[in-house]
T-cell receptor, first 116, second 113 residues
Framework: KAGVTQTPRYLIKTRGQQVTLSCSPI?????VSWYQQTPGQGLQFLFE???????NKGNFPGRFSGRQFSNSRSEMNVSTLELGDSALYLC???????????????FGEGSRLTVL | DQQVKQNSPSLSVQEGRISILNCDYT??????FLWYKKYPAEGPTFLIS?????DKNEDGRFTVFLNKSAKHLSLHIVPSQPGDSAVYFC????????????FGTGTRLQVTL
């Protein structure tokens, strides 16, 4: 079965610009969550969407936003880009139940953003 | 405030020997713990998990141990194989959705011949 697909894989932006990243989850998965990975910080949770509603949010400024569509595809947007936003942005999907099953998230390969 | 810590950024182990990766956490509300493995240019993949009601979980060559009183968990890989060379992330979550994970900074494991 097809995995989690993220586009674009690589992009370069300049400070002050905005960027939109896209994520297509595994078929049947209703939860999509986003993580930022930077050197020395590991993966940090941005937010999670389930059935088009934001269900959880991490400690990131309001410049980071997201949405989910009725087909479970998700986008995240970063406005007014800063140098520190350079990172690998990972999308993960799951069936999204509140009870732990395996707690398994299926990650995409990520979108690597470089801000100059 | 790093709630999940992996204090060893790297580890080198000979093929066939045991690899032990360690993880400490500070948030006593965490009740579910996971290990993910990441190869370069790929997303992390789930490896093994453990609930706080257990102290050990095995899956083939991989065993995770949880010491709640010490807020410590470890991943044992026996025997280690060259294909195990990757970055290993420890992650934790509290009661609720499994999608909001708090990750450590990762340990790069290199298995040498």
């Amino acid at each position: 079965k097809a995995g989690v697909t993220q586009t674009p894989r690589y992009l370069i932006k300049t400070r002050g610009q905005q960027v939109t990243l896209s994520c297509s989850p595994i078929s049947g998965h209703r939860s999509v969550s986003w993580y930022q990975q930077t050197p020395g910080q590991g993966l940090q949770f941005l937010f999670e969407y389930f059935s088009e509603t934001q269900r959880n949010k991490g400690n990131f400024p309001g410049r980071f936003s997201g949405r989910q569509f009725s087909n479970s595809r998700s986008e995240m947007n970063v406005s007014t880009l800063e140098l520190g936003d350079s990172a690998l942005y990972l999308c993960a999907s799951s069936k999204g139940s509140f009870k732990h099953s395996t707690g398994e998230l299926f990650f995409g390969e990520g979108s690597r953003l470089t801000v100059l | 405030d790093q709630q999940v810590k992996q204090n060893s950024p790297s580890l080198s182990v000979q093929e066939g020997r045991i690899s032990i990766l360690n993880c400490d956490y500070t948030n006593s509300m965490f009740d579910y713990f996971l290990w993910y493995k990441k190869y370069p240019a790929e997303g992390p993949t789930f490896l093994i998990s453990i609930s706080s009601i257990k102290d050990k979980n095995e899956d083939g060559r991989f065993t995770v141990f949880l010491n709640k009183s010490a807020k410590h968990l470890s991943l044992h890989i026996v025997p280690s194989q060259p294909g195990d060379s990757a970055v290993y992330f420890c992650a934790a979550s509290d009661t609720g959705t499994a999608s909001k994970l708090t990750f450590g900074t990762g340990t790069r494991l290199q298995v040498t011949l």
